[in-house]
């Protein structure tokens, strides 16, 4: 709003909320140059998502954070309603209370709402846009799935793939237009102002991948076990950052692939949308940095485990009990008891305590984003099945 630098810590001193809560090591580590690696503040998030966000730097810290909190509960009650579409349940169907119930109760969504995290409202808005584009209101699910994308890239972007390999053209192309549009404000106002922000934007993706504490996967970082991607299972099993990160996107271009390759044999059917999409969104979480709050996600893996338990009841099952570790922050809680004594040294000095126990969540994420790929072949196979049979 202002045409000053979101990227530089300067500049979040400078603006800091006189309502919002003042931390004596801000103006210490801006001025030792050591904010970025030790806080992960300011985020390095994309020129889109500070033009979303940018209307509400208008109001006084306190009613700018009450607003958002209200959108964020606001959206979770329409998406709660959502879901139950989605699911082909009926208000009064015992099944759809059980739906609300189980995500009411996965722990992603309590402390992306503590947080005040973007995550949230990306996920909700992801999910709106699936029953939106099932209504066939196109330009909306546009709107919906670019607000998505634009707050939060790692979340909002895998509904955006799912549209484009389901070719809904409409829907994708105006989705990035929109995206384009969004990030030309925010570009154009810096221009304007001749601001230089694209170092200190490098700068901070930089750090926070490479050396900074908030996405570090190794021990430097104490709560690394708040991260759900890969590279926390694949370091602690090889020990090396370049060769944790080398497996982690292998394995996730894998993944991805065999979940293109069930989408391209399934073609224009869309029947298993919901099993798609939460093959995809499981699948996404794993590759590239995500924490605990991202799993919101797995909401949509939720609704399809109910809406579809009756044909299938043991891989729902299954997943099911995969989801189990997500109703607490289990990673963070094993992390605290470590840190105060409350876990005897016998169990942490195994291998297997920090390369399966403390990860728990991350293997979970794994396991049902197999388990989902495998239901998705299954479900491919039958439809062949079923169009041969039709056709003979």
């Known amino acids: 709003m202002r ?27 801006v001025a030792n140059g050591t904010l970025i690696a030790k806080r992960g503040i300011p985020t390095a998030y994309p ?23 209200a959108i964020n509960l606001g959206l979770f009650v329409v998406m709660l ?37 973007v995550a949230l409202v990306a996920v909700e808005l992801g999910v709106l846009a699936v029953w939106t584009a099932r209504e066939r209101h196109e330009i909306t699910t546009a709107i919906l ?56 934007y490098l700068n901070d993706n930089h750090v926070l991948l490479e050396s900074g504490i908030l996405a570090n996967f190794t021990p430097l970082n104490p709560m690394r076990f708040g991260l759900i991607n890969l590279q926390v ?24 692939v065999v979940w293109l390759l069930g989408m391209r044999r399934r073609g224009d059917q ?37 809406a579809s338990f009756r044909k299938a009841r043991m891989v729902g099952t299954v997943s099911l009990l995969l989801m189990l570790p997500f109703l607490i922050p289990g990673g963070t ?15 942490v000095s195994h291998w297997w305590w920090e390369a399966i126990v403390m990860p728990h969540e991350v293997w979970a994420l794994f396991l049902l984003g197999v388990l989902l790929l495998y239901e998705m072949s299954r479900a491919g196979f039958v439809s062949e099945g079923t169009a041969h049979s039709l056709r003979g």
């Open 145 to 200: 799935v670019a607000v998505s994308a634009g707050l939060k890239p790692q979340i909002g972007l895998c509904f955006l793939l799912y549209y484009v390999v389901r070719r809904r053209w409409r829907i994708s192309g105006i989705t990035l237009a929109a995206l384009g549009v969004v990030a030309a404000v925010g570009l154009l106002r810096l221009e304007v102002g001749h601001t230089p922000w694209l170092e200190n």
């Open 233 to 256: 299972v694949a370091y602690s099993l090889v020990g090396s950052v370049r060769w944790a990160n080398d497996v982690a996107i292998l394995v996730g271009i894998v993944l991805v």
């Open 270 to 306: 869309g029947d298993h949308e919901l099993l798609d999409l939460s093959a995809i969104t499981v699948v996404s979480l794993l590759p590239v940095y995500h924490r605990f709050y991202d799993a919101t996600l797995l909401v949509l893996a939720l609704c399809w485990v109910f």
């Open 81 to 117: 309603w959502v879901l139950v579409r989605l699911a082909g349940f009926s208000s009064r169907d015992p099944a759809a209370t059980l739906l609300i119930a189980a995500t009411l109760a996965l722990a992603p969504f309590h402390t992306g709402i503590v947080n005040a995290n």
């Open 3 to 29: 045409g000053l630098d979101p990227y530089s810590p300067q500049t979040l001193l400078q603006l800091w909320p006189a309502g919002a809560a003042q931390f004596k090591f801000l103006p210490i580590e």
């Open 47 to 69: 020129i889109s998502s500070l033009v979303l966000i940018a209307p509400f730097s208008l109001l006084p810290w306190k009613t700018a954070y009450g607003l958002w909190l």
């Open 333 to 347: 809680l094993l992390e605290t008891m470590q840190a105060e004594g409350h876990i005897p040294s016998v169990l």
